[in-house]
């Protein structure tokens, strides 16, 4: 069996598992109703399953365990890494995109540009080796092109974009977005490791805009009822926490900085929000809907 249909066969049953305890048995109907699975028949045998077992428990950190008295198994433990977890999802597309081609056109993308991953792997190259990378840089804010010559220190995803976390010659630490970014060079200019932790940097910021005057500070946040429930199952924040919820409204708590690419997110649910805390965010935001309403 293929190292391909390995993987397919920890992906599938870590996703069977994630909806709700099964048998064998069970889990053997289910792939019946995937025609991927039926094709590879990726489920022989009871055996082949008590060894899944302990290989996902080793590789992704989810520990799978068998109720005895009703012989179904379930996820008892899940220290799965957002790395892991986002392969799964990318590896479950793949095989959708694959799918499609053969039994027609089922999956619709959004129409938008190539978003750089292009320039992924040369940048982990260069990043890992500590190699000055060269490149042009399209700026929106004024529409121009600049070079630049910097020592790359991560790359950080932000509401569907990638960017590059970079030093550039200045010592001035930056953010360039990956499909912005033209003839890429990597360099065999070496540069001593930058000190420079992006989890910490950016754990209080909203997307990608942080070494900014605006100090994390306490959020407190009404939705409707409706946009609430969204906004509970898919958190705006790291920091998000629920405070009361109810048929008119949701609260929720933040502790993040009020950059602009927060304020603009919060501008994009229209009447479904209110700023309740704290009073300068709240007048800012209802400065900024003025505005808004002047345009008009």
């Known amino acids: 069996m293929s190292v391909r249909q390995t993987i397919k066969r920890h992906y599938k049953i870590i996703s069977c598992l994630k909806k709700r305890a099964m048998s064998f048995e069970e889990l053997q109907d289910d792939m019946l109703l995937d025609h991927d699975s039926i094709e590879e028949q990726l489920i022989k045998s009871q055996r082949t399953l008590q060894r899944d077992i302990i290989d996902i428990a080793s590789i992704y950190g989810i520990k799978i365990v068998a109720d005895r008295s009703s012989g179904k198994y379930y996820i008892k433990d899940n220290t799965e890494n957002t790395h892991s977890q986002r392969l799964r999802e990318n590896f479950d597309l793949i095989n959708a995109i694959r799918l499609t081609e053969s039994f027609g056109k089922n999956l619709v993308f959004e129409d938008r540009k190539p978003l750089g991953t292009q320039h992924m792997s040369g940048l982990l190259h260069a990043i890992q080796n500590s190699l000055k990378v060269k490149f042009d840089y399209h700026k929106f804010y004024d529409d121009t092109d600049s070079k630049r010559e910097v020592m790359p220190i991560a790359l950080k995803e932000a509401r569907n974009r990638w960017y590059l976390i970079a030093k550039d010659v200045d010592n ?125």
């Open 172 to 296: 001035i630490t930056k953010n360039f977005a990956l499909d912005r970014i033209m003839s890429l060079l990597i360099t065999e200019i070496k540069f001593k490791p930058v000190g420079y932790n992006v989890h910490q940097e950016f754990k209080d910021s909203f997307g990608i805009i942080n070494g900014t005057d605006e100090k994390p500070i306490n959020v407190i946040l009404s939705f409707t009822a409706r946009e609430g429930r969204y906004i509970e199952s898919l958190p705006l924040h790291r920091s998000q926490k629920l405070i009361s919820k109810n048929d008119k409204e949701y609260q929720f708590t933040y502790f993040i900085g009020p950059t602009y690419d927060f304020q603009m997110e919060l501008l994009s649910y229209g009447n479904q929000v209110k700023v309740l805390e704290p009073e300068t965010l709240r007048a800012n935001i209802k400065r900024k809907l003025k505005e808004a309403i002047e345009l008009y």
